[in-house]
């Protein structure tokens, strides 16, 4: 005789501690989890992102850059004395448009040939473009004009004709230094190392102005 088997589904309820498991108080919420899940998944693609990048050695890049125009200026520093006797030193905005750095350079060649250099830097001893010291400029510009000037400051004492009323383009002498006289208490000239050929002001006190030229 053959037997019927059948399956009953028997419910068995939960109490205590296992119910209290099956209970939340906070609700599941699908999205939060799903940008928790997306998260590290792009966490996990910058982890696995190769740290170099190669490429053919005829291999060509383009990069698209702004032009950028700089404009060279003169700079005028005014030099003045403290009480101590100390000597400070202040830039001043660039005197490109000024009427007497134009009025110079429109009234003497000297004055003109020199301006070209504004901008080249110190260098002690040097008498080229690359480079010029005081007298290595003065020398330098007057060299153009046929006219041979020593290089050294020292030596200027003893050259030309010493005058009263200078005239841009007349030399600036003082213990140490020389410049060339640009005009009503402009001059251009080599500094100190770590400053440029710049007009500024005549900061020498009593200067004597030497003329080379007729």
Not at 87 to 92: D, E
Not at 141 to 161: D, E
Request: with cysteine; net charge neutral; proline share 7%.
């Amino acid at each position: 005789m053959a037997a019927a088997a059948s399956a009953a589904l028997i419910v068995v309820p939960l109490t205590g501690a296992a119910a209290a498991a099956l209970v939340t108080t906070e609700p599941v919420t699908p999205d939060a989890a799903n940008v928790m899940a997306a998260n590290l998944d792009h966490a996990q693609d910058v982890a696995d992102a190769p740290t170099q990048i190669s490429a053919d050695a005829d291999a060509e890049f383009a990069v698209d850059a702004p032009t950028v125009k700089v404009k060279k200026n003169p700079i005028v520093v005014h030099r003045s004395t403290t009480s101590s006797g100390a000597t400070t030193v202040r830039n001043s905005r660039p005197v490109v448009a000024s009427a007497k750095v134009k009025q110079a350079i429109a009234g003497s060649s000297v004055i003109a040939y020199a301006s070209n250099f504004v901008g080249t830097p110190y260098r002690s001893g040097g008498s080229t473009p690359d480079g010029f010291d005081c007298s290595g400029f003065v020398s330098y510009v007057y060299r153009h004009f046929g006219i041979s000037l020593p290089h050294s400051s020292s030596a200027y004492w003893n050259v030309g004709t010493r005058v009263s009323s200078p005239k841009p383009g007349d030399i600036i002498v003082t213990s140490g230094h020389v410049a060339l006289y640009a005009g009503s208490n402009l001059q251009i000239d080599a500094p100190v190392p770590g400053k440029t050929i710049q007009f500024r002001a005549i900061w020498q006190n009593n200067p004597t102005y030497i003329r080379v030229t007729d």
